[in-house]
């Protein structure tokens, strides 16, 4: 059974569309309700909870790893009217990994009396906070009053080799007040688990006695404090109670640097031998090269080159029978992704190294973790943890890291979540320790230049100009990937209206280049921006920040529970001109702002330029993680942010100057 690549589940979720009805059954089990949860009004421990989980229970089973399960049963107690959105039920999932079936639900009344949910359960796309989607089965429960009980139970199927994931989340978005969690461990692999980030107070971890193979696995825990989602906090995974089950392949390893200097070498087996083709990467690069290439024109050439493999990681999942009738085959050597013409983002990876060694370059490769969903610990010894391949290249003195397989990754910058994370250089040694490199501010830019005529209704029309740039134009490419035409379209024009702070009018005017990994994705729109400017006595007022809505809701909470985590520095520059009716004179303009806070900066500057005003802004952000003690900090910077932005030219129309 392979470590190294988990088999992809077949089929696909439609956003928002499909519908599912929930049918009752006379075998539904329901758990007794005792007459003290129906008559509770509030809980001791969880002070002002608009509603709390009474009960949880969690039931995994991995002992068949080819169809590992998990049974789910919640019950929450609703105390006040803003509980009441608890029926509202969302149970998030992530597409291609597993999928809830079977779910019942039904809503008990004070008086015990109950009402069984036979409604319909659809998919759709929920936004938890700012960077953390996910799709979700949802539903919503009637009669739903201060004082009911709603419980629901349904099955996760995980997908086949999922058993390498197996883990108890035991935090929820309320306080839960008791709840069981068993596992039923996978026998053919020794067994070994953790709790990274603690566990609640008083909760005692399973005994070292079960440890052994084949024995049920069982823990329980009372009052787990209620988990606050907040915007641009470190992925939940890192942050939430949670025990962490790893199964290891022969006995088991308690040293860490002995597991992973035995598994370094393992990979390292495993690529030398994928790239044993030398002949044919010697042929590939001669196709690619010329004689008098410069090694970093070389090398840029053998990357472009990768990157025209058709990636199969990135594409549509198919069925079996789709796979089938398109012969599509894994890739054993790097000579089968070359001649094929297609492979998954590590064969691409893993091909890029290839050619890059028989260019004569000092090229290595790497397996590193990311960052996106967890943070990375060594000493938990979890080789699944090290998740991807990259090539580390050493040009010119320097370490440069390359991921081809990842789709439209420009050259020179990895994807955000492998920035800035640990993995192991492999050698035949079993490795070294590395952490691959940050991008700059500059690196992902998206520039806005408008050319503007402010109209004597006081509105903004014309032209803007939107180029996105690295990791700006990457991920926007990214998601929009398999969508059509129509879709991008759209994307694009809801990412101007993100950015301006009122109504707008836009369309896009160009067609922007969706299918190259070139560094830029230029877009052009028409914009108008109905009543920006409004009149105030004889004067008319305009705010500078046209581009500042994003702005205005950054750090608006003035406590923060959790730190801060932004995915990847990035800047914005925006230039604007903006031609005044005839007759109108400019009365002041806002003083320039240059506030520097090291890794984070803004500037304002308005210049009037007879009748003509020019606005330039800058903001650039090169902070990644911030803890929770320096968020007064950031919050007041944003708050200078936004004071600049609401300022105001004052204008003077073309009648009141006549008339003075």
């Known amino acids: 059974m392979s470590f190294c690549r988990l088999s ?33 009004t509030s809980e001791a421990a969880a002070p002002g909870a608009p509603a709390i989980i009474l009960y949880r229970q969690v039931d995994r089973d991995d002992s068949n ?29 992530v597409k291609g990994d597993y999928s809830i079936v079977n779910i019942r639900a039904r809503t ?54 999922k058993v390498f994931d197996s883990n108890w989340m035991l935090s929820s978005d309320l306080f839960t007040k008791s709840a069981k969690f068993t596992l039923k461990p996978y026998g053919q692999f020794p067994l070994q688990w953790s709790w990274p980030n603690g566990l609640p107070e008083g909760t005692k971890p399973p005994a070292d006695e079960t440890r052994a193979a084949g024995h049920n696995i069982r823990m329980e825990a009372q009052n787990i404090p209620a988990f606050l989602v907040e915007d641009d906090m470190p992925p939940e995974a890192a942050m939430k109670f949670r025990v962490d089950f790893n199964y290891s392949e022969g006995s088991l390893e308690t040293d860490p640097d002995k597991f992973w200097r035995k598994q370094g070498k393992k990979w390292n087996e495993y690529v030398e031998s994928f790239l044993n083709k030398k002949k044919a990467m010697e042929q590939a690069v001669g196709e690619t090269v010329a004689a008098g290439d410069s ?18 990681s990135f594409e549509v999942e198919k069925t079996e029978q789709e796979q089938k009738r398109a012969q599509e085959k894994g890739a054993g050597n790097v000579e089968d992704v070359w001649k094929r013409g297609y492979g998954y983002g590590d064969d691409i990876t893993l091909l890029f190294l290839g050619m890059a060694r028989a260019a004569g370059l000092e090229a290595s490769a790497a397996r590193i973790s990311t960052r996106d969903d967890h943070f990375f610990s060594k000493s938990l010894m979890k080789a699944r943890d090290l998740r991807t391949y990259v090539v580390l290249v050493k040009l010119n003195g320097k370490d440069l890291y390359f991921d081809p397989g990842t789709a439209f ?44 005529k402010l109209t004597q209704e006081g509105s903004l029309e014309g032209k803007l100009k939107v180029t996105y740039s690295g990791l700006e134009a990457m991920y926007r ?40 990994s070139d560094p830029l994705l230029v877009a052009e729109f028409d914009l108008k921006v109905p009543g920006w400017a409004s009149g105030a006595g004889r004067r008319a007022l305009m705010a500078v920040g046209i581009f500042g809505a994003e702005e205005k809701h950054m750090c608006e909470h003035t406590t923060r529970v959790h730190p801060m985590y932004f995915h990847y520095s990035s800047e914005k520059v925006d230039n604007l001109t903006i031609e005044l009716p005839l007759g109108w004179q400019v009365t002041s303009v806002p003083k320039p702002e240059n506030s520097d806070a090291k890794v984070m900066l803004y500037t304002m500057k308005v210049e009037n330029n007879n009748g003509t005003l020019h606005v330039e802004r800058r903001m650039k952000s090169d902070l990644i993680t911030l803890e929770q003690k320096f968020y007064p900090a950031l919050r007041k910077f944003y708050e200078v942010v936004r ?13 009141t100057a006549a008339s003075n």
């Open 8 to 40: 992809l589940m077949v089929g696909l979720f439609l956003l928002g569309a499909t519908v599912y009805r929930v049918g009752s059954s006379s075998a539904d089990e329901w758990m007794p309700i005792s007459p003290e949860e129906l008559k509770m």
């Open 65 to 93: 790893a080819h169809v590992p399960h998990e049974y789910n049963y919640v019950r929450v107690k609703i105390f006040t009217e803003e509980g009441r959105k608890n029926a509202d039920v969302e149970i998030p999932f």
């Open 108 to 161: 008990v009344r004070q008086d015990g009396s109950s009402m069984v949910y036979d409604g319909k359960v659809y998919e759709k796309e929920i936004v938890k906070a700012r960077g953390f989607k996910y799709l979700a089965k949802t539903f919503t429960l009637s009669d739903v009053q201060p004082g009911s009980i709603i419980e629901y139970h349904y099955m996760i199927d995980f997908a086949e080799n």
């Open 295 to 312: 090694p970093e024109g070389k090398l840029q050439k053998i990357y472009a080159r990768a990157q025209k493999i058709r990636n199969i």
């Open 409 to 452: 990754a420009p050259y020179g910058l990895l994807p955000w979540s492998e920035t800035l994370s640990p993995g192991l250089k492999l050698d035949r040694d079993g490795g070294t320790w590395i952490t691959t490199s940050l991008p700059q501010s500059g690196d992902s830019q998206v520039e806005r230049k408008a050319d503007l």
């Open 477 to 516: 490419r990214l998601d929009e990937r398999n969508e059509d035409e129509a879709q991008r379209k759209k994307s694009l024009e809801d990412d101007v209206r993100y950015m301006i702070p009122a109504s707008i009018e836009v369309e896009l005017a160009n067609k922007p280049d969706w299918s190259s």
């Open 643 to 655: 004071t600049s932005d609401e300022q105001q030219i004052v204008l003077q129309p073309a009648s």
